[in-house]
């Protein structure tokens, strides 16, 4: 091979401002990069709030870098729209990865993540004994009454600001992520899974109609601050004590536990059809227009080694997605004080919709629990969010879903 | 005449060249796949052919229908009535839901009014953008005049010989140069509902017997703190306009009026409103247009919310175009707004001409 054939690959990835990541990630890469001499990966970070735009963007101008990493929900709508192509590495490589770490769409692994997110209910164990509360577990998780009297005893208690912050001010994908579990918990869904054609039943029906009266009440019985609340109080509301409860992610944990000694993390309460949170954090991919698939499947799997997952898990608090990975780790190996996420994960988490479609629908039920926070009426609200995410599909062909 | 604009204005030509190849590029160009992009289905991504559509985009933006609600009776044929003696009516989705009505179907309940027994209920197949629009023009309304009248005051106020005047014309212009997102972001904290600012200061200057106000979670107070934040932000660019208006006016022209024995508002009146009759010109149209622009504000402290009382339309536009990878639908608002700014701007231009 001549001197200079020595293949450039570019990778974006959407975490710009974010050093612990950044340094991991520029770790694996000149790892990889003094490792052997047939590649050359070089990174461009973007911050995450617009890096999806920045795709979309290069994508129209055919510019798309090589490798790319894609929140696990868009990754079908990638896929489905061309941008992706399936990963030129054999599945069963990652045969022990958690299932929401993996990419899946129309029956290919299209993006493989290096960790996995899940939610969990912050609290602090004194808060638990102090209120009388049942500390819940895995198996017996709080029911939907428990959950309640819960936020009005922290509520009667009158020493919180709120009993429990939904981190309402994030507007973005947050809301899916972390509130969409609730409605699934009470047996509906953002859309009907077995077609993924409609939403009608699924958003509106029944049990979607008493996940939106318990949301309302949330807001109306002045446990949780709305839509407006301090954007910083996602940070440091709970650490503060201004909640007796915090709706957060794991990716919180690390910096929590440093600041509030007693801290627990509750799995989610059962509305009736069982706890559930969210699944499916940023993966990678190979863009479908990259001239050199197997070089980047050669950086994806170098960098999906154990030792990399372990780093990024102890650096940023994410669950590590394989059970060796997890034994390597400061807070998930056996006994660890985060070990609990990844049984969460295995047990509850659910990906979001796997459509094409998601993108738009996660922004109309995002909207839809915004207004219904702020005093809409439910049954009109859902009734509308049905229609715009019926009306989406049919403007689409039914996203390739036949 | 042809030779003269192509020969000796050569070098003329040769400076505007650059302006005029960039406004093709970035602005007329653009503007005509806005227009052709609303005709079609366009996607941002997606594998799917485009499709003209003729002007389904602008019949789902604008289409209208009033429906007449009859009250609730029972079987003798009586009026049901609740408790407190309002007259109960049939819930509007039966009728937009119903497979009896399809040419309703999708729509929702932009407002409602009570005509006798009956309620007429004005439906839209798109409330959000009937909102959006209503919403940018009381913006426009409300900030226009004031922000006008405001700097028109602030520039009299610093067009004076005093020592120090730069440091007043400083701190009014100060906002201007702080980016509107930073700024945002910053009055966020100062309208926050718990321990803003602002509330802080009403219960400090009231003793404790104002109630605290969660300015931007209350739907009819979202838009009115917009409207203040906004005039407060570029009141000091117009002002500086308003100035650069006063600093044309001779002052031989105020001698005079000295001289004549004019009261102060009379040489307001009959000196320096004259004076300055193409500055306002100017700044109503840059303020009226600027006031339909509203975006950045809204991305970053209500997205549309609560409840759609900040929706406006160039926030649509994005959220639609970019949010919801509906090119096309964005393409039909933008138009739709572009429309309505030419209008309102050839109307002022009207009524402000010279006669």
Redesign the interface.
């Known amino acids: 091979m001549p001197a200079l054939a020595q293949p450039k690959l570019t990778m974006w990835y959407h975490g710009a401002g974010n050093e612990v990541e950044s340094q991991i990630l520029n770790q694996i890469i000149s790892d990889f990069n003094t490792s052997q001499s047939d590649w050359t990966v070089s990174i461009e970070s973007f911050p995450e709030k617009t890096y999806n735009?920045s795709i979309?963007a290069a994508?129209?101008a055919g510019n798309l870098p090589d490798i790319l990493d894609v929140d696990g929900p868009i990754m079908p709508?990638?896929a489905?729209?061309?941008?992706l192509q399936p990963l030129p590495i054999d599945e069963s490589e990652f045969a022990d990865f958690l299932p929401g770490t993996k990419g899946v769409w129309d029956g290919k692994l299209y993006s493989i993540g290096l960790w996995d997110a899940a939610v969990a209910l912050f609290a602090r164990q004194s808060t638990l004994k102090e209120l009388g509360l049942r500390t819940p577990t895995l198996d017996k998780p709080w029911s939907s009454e428990e959950f309640m009297a819960a936020l009005d005893a922290a509520k009667t208690s009158g020493k919180y600001?709120y009993a429990l912050d939904l981190g309402m001010n994030d507007?973005a994908e947050w809301y899916s992520y972390a509130f969409s579990p609730f409605l699934q918990s009470f047996g509906g869904d953002i859309v009907d899974r077995s077609t993924y054609r409609t939403a009608e039943g699924a958003l509106n029906g029944e049990a979607a109609q008493a996940f939106g009266k318990w949301w309302q009440s949330l807001f109306t019985g002045g446990y949780a601050?709305?839509?407006?609340e301090?954007?910083a109080d996602q940070q440091t509301g709970f650490i503060d004590g201004k909640f007796a409860f915090q709706w957060n992610g794991n990716w919180r944990a690390v910096e929590t536990m440093e600041a509030v000694d007693d801290v627990v993390f509750l799995p989610a309460p059962d509305f009736g059809a069982g706890s559930k949170i969210g699944a499916g954090s940023w993966q990678f991919g190979v863009s479908a227009k990259s001239k050199h698939p197997e070089g980047a499947a050669e950086f994806i799997k170098f960098a999906t080694q154990d030792k990399y997952l372990a780093a990024f898990s102890d650096g940023i608090g994410l669950i590590p997605p394989t059970p060796s990975a997890a034994q390597m780790t400061k807070n998930y190996k056996d006994g660890g004080t985060l070990a609990m996420f990844f049984d969460l994960s295995k047990a509850q988490a659910l990906v979001r919709p796997v459509t094409p479609g998601y993108?738009?629908q996660s922004?109309v039920f995002t909207k839809a629990v915004?207004?219904i926070a702020?005093?809409?009426d439910v049954?009109?609200t859902l009734?509308?969010a049905v229609?715009e995410i019926d009306?989406?599909i049919e403007?689409?062909?039914g996203y390739g879903h036949r | 005449m042809a030779s003269k604009l192509t020969l000796s204005n050569r070098t003329g030509w040769t400076f505007a060249l650059p302006g005029f190849a960039l406004i093709v590029i970035f602005v007329i160009l653009p503007f005509f796949f806005a227009i052709g992009l609303s005709l079609t289905n366009q996607r941002l991504l997606s594998p799917n052919p485009t499709q003209f559509v003729g002007l389904e985009n602008y019949q789902q933006l604008l289409g209208l229908a009033a429906v007449t609600l009859e009250p609730e009776r029972d079987d003798a044929g009586e009026v049901v009535r609740n408790k407190a003696g309002e007259i109960q009516y049939p819930r509007l989705r039966k009728i937009t839901r119903s497979d009896d009505y399809p040419q309703y179907r999708g729509m929702r309940e932009w407002f409602r009014w009570q005509s006798g027994d009956n309620v007429m209920v004005v439906i839209a197949s798109d409330v959000v953008f009937m909102k959006a629009l209503v919403n940018t023009f009381l913006f426009v309304l409300a900030v226009a005049p004031v922000q006008a009248g405001l700097a028109l005051v602030l520039a009299l106020l610093i067009n004076q010989k005093l020592r120090g005047i730069n440091v007043f014309r400083a701190i009014y212009f100060m906002p201007v140069v702080v980016s509107i997102v930073v700024v945002s972001l910053l009055w966020r904290f100062i309208y926050d509902g718990q321990n803003g600012l602002l509330n802080s200061i009403l219960q400090g200057l009231t003793f404790g017997l104002f109630q605290p106000v969660d300015w931007l979670g209350n739907p009819s107070t979202a838009l009115p703190a917009i409207m203040a934040m906004s005039i407060w932000q570029a009141v000091g660019f117009h002002m500086v306009i308003w100035l650069a208006g006063l600093q044309t006016i001779s002052p031989t022209l105020y001698e005079a009026a000295a001289i004549e024995g004019a009261s102060k508002w009379q040489t307001f009146r009959y000196v320096t409103w004259p004076g300055l009759r193409n500055t306002a010109v100017l700044v109503l149209i840059v303020i009226t247009m600027q006031g339909f622009a509203l975006f950045a504000q809204i991305d970053v402290m209500t997205n549309g919310g609560p409840r759609d009382s900040t929706q406006t339309l160039v926030f649509q536009a994005v959220e639609r175009g970019y949010g919801k990878q509906d090119i096309s639908g964005g393409s039909t608002i933008s138009v739709i707004l572009f429309a309505i700014v030419l209008t309102i701007s050839l109307i002022q231009r009207w009524l402000t001409r010279e006669r």
């Open positions: 735009d979309a994508a129209l709508n990638w489905w729209a061309g941008y600001e507007q601050p709305d839509t407006s301090d954007p993108v738009v922004k915004a207004d702020n005093g809409a049954a009109d009734d509308a229609d009306a989406d403007n689409n062909d």
